[in-house]
């Protein structure tokens, strides 16, 4: 962590690859390990706050995040300096220390924990600090449409879907709080002249999956609201 003055080494190997099938078509590919430290961030509901300036060290004596990524696709050059490339990928990721998880009530109460006091079982919260660390994997395509640098018009189109998981240790496989299924990102300049250029920007996403709830116990004759919907026990 940040006031123990942690220090974590790793090593990257990245490959990358290129084949020129003809005039106008060549293939892509790529592998490489990525290491990085955990990234604080605080998430309360639907609000995501990171990752946050000066944090950089929180969570490192739990280990670096480490992600095994391919890639591979194809790329054409079009009339006009346009470029096309389609291109899929898919990456394994371990987190050493999720903060996005922290506060998360994975597991409601049941009946049998309703006259239990906290007795502050040292195992059961050895349990929940063990399953803040995650595995999972981020898999899609890409698509993009490019018109290079050279003229007066330049710009890129680019969409991508995918999905990211995590498998969270005790419950399951659940899409990452940051999944975007959908991204779409768009480029236009313009430069019309006597140092003037206009540009523009584009971008939407899908995502991310998130339902609000409030979850709470209650007995016979109670309601609880759950989901949005009033409901009866």
């Not at 290129?18 to 293939?27: E, P, Q, T, V």
């Not at 898919?90 to 999720?98: L, R």
């Not at 995650?134 to 879907?161: C, D, P, Q």
């Not at 140092?195 to 116990?217: D, I, K, N, V």
Request: charged share 25%; hydrophobic share 35%; glycine share 12%.
């Amino acid at each position: 962590g940040i006031e123990q003055g942690e220090r974590e080494t790793s090593v990257d190997p990245r490959l990358a690859v290129g084949y020129k099938i003809n005039d106008w078509l060549s293939a892509r590919a790529a592998a490489g390990v990525y290491h990085g430290p955990p990234r604080f961030t605080l998430v309360a509901g639907p609000l995501v706050i990171g990752p946050v300036p000066g944090m950089l060290g929180a969570g490192l004596n739990r280990g670096l995040n480490h992600s095994y990524q391919v890639t591979g696709g194809l790329e054409a050059t079009l009339p006009w300096r346009f470029q096309a490339r389609l291109q899929g990928f898919h990456n394994w990721v371990h987190t050493a220390f999720d903060f996005s998880l922290m506060g998360a009530e994975l597991d409601a109460p049941g009946p049998e924990d309703w006259d239990k006091e906290d007795e502050g079982d040292p195992e059961e919260d050895k349990f929940d600090m063990e399953r803040l660390a995650t595995e999972g994997r981020s898999y899609g395509i890409e698509a993009m449409l490019r018109r290079r640098l050279g003229e007066n018009v330049f710009g890129w189109l680019t969409w991508s879907l995918s999905r990211s998981e995590r498998d969270i240790k005790g419950v399951g496989t659940l899409p990452f709080l940051f999944d975007q299924t959908h991204v779409v990102n768009g480029v236009l300049s313009w430069e019309v002249g006597r140092a003037w250029t206009l540009g523009a920007t584009f971008h939407f996403h899908t995502g991310r999956p998130y339902t609000p709830q409030s979850l709470e116990p209650c007995r016979t004759g109670a309601t609880t609201l759950d989901f949005g919907e009033l409901k009866t026990c």
